[in-house]
Structures are given as C-alpha cells and as structure tokens.
C-alpha cells in the first residue's frame, strides 16, 4: 500500500492543524494504521494509532487529550486532529500501516511508511 500524509504547516502555539494520511488501496480496512514524528536531531517517535475498524485507539502520552486519531476507511483516510499545539510537537509526521490487527505502535511492527509531512509550531 502506498500512503501519502498531508495537512502539516506553520501554526503558533495553542493552534490546531489537522494531518492526513491517504491510502492507495481499496482494502484500507485491512491496514491498522498509525503516525510517527521526528524532530531535528531526535528519533522518530510513535505518536498515535489506530485499528482497522477504528474502534481502538492508541496515543503517546505526550499527545493523550490533545491529539486524537480517527479513520474513514469508504474514503481510504486517516486523520490526526491536533490540538493545543507546542512548540515541542514541531516534527516531520510520518503515517505508518500494518497489515494487521494490531496496531503499529513501534517502529518494528510497521509494514509500511508514507513520506512525511512537516509540522512546525512556533512560540
């Protein structure tokens, strides 16, 4: 499956910016689906996750109550809402499939990688 993440900008902190990651396949549903971060300097990091159905989700607890992840499986497209965001959330967001029913919630139960999309936060 080829993913492409979109959405990412330049938002002052305390703003909102909501991501995409669009699916090449129409058998989206079978992929539990999650996105990644990496900042400058730093290693990537998993951020949130999502099943196939949607019906778990999993967050980072640097994101728990500000993120939330959500699915559209007719429209092959996972959403990030991020709000309240800080200038620590500034990162290249990568999303991340898994041909599974566990979600990809490390970087070694990732099947597949989209490109990133950058997201910066200024103070």
């Known amino acids: 499956v080829q993913l492409q993440a979109s959405g990412g900008g330049l938002v002052q902190a305390g703003g909102s910016l909501r991501l995409f990651c669009s699916a090449s396949?129409?058998?989206?549903?079978?992929?539990?689906v999650g996105w990644f971060r990496q900042a400058p300097g730093q290693e990537r990091e998993f951020v949130a996750a999502i099943s196939r159905s949607g019906s778990s989700t999993y967050y980072a607890d640097s994101v728990k109550g500000r993120f939330t992840i959500s699915r559209d499986n007719a429209k092959s497209t996972v959403y990030l809402q991020m709000n309240s965001l800080k200038p620590e959330d500034t990162a290249v967001y990568y999303c991340?499939?898994?041909?599974?029913?566990?979600?990809?919630?490390?970087?070694?139960?990732?099947?597949?990688w989209g490109k990133g999309t950058q997201v910066t936060v200024s103070s």
């Open positions: 991340a499939a898994r041909q599974s029913s566990s979600a990809p919630v490390s970087e070694s139960r990732v099947h597949y």
């Open positions: 396949r129409r058998t989206f549903s079978t992929y539990a």
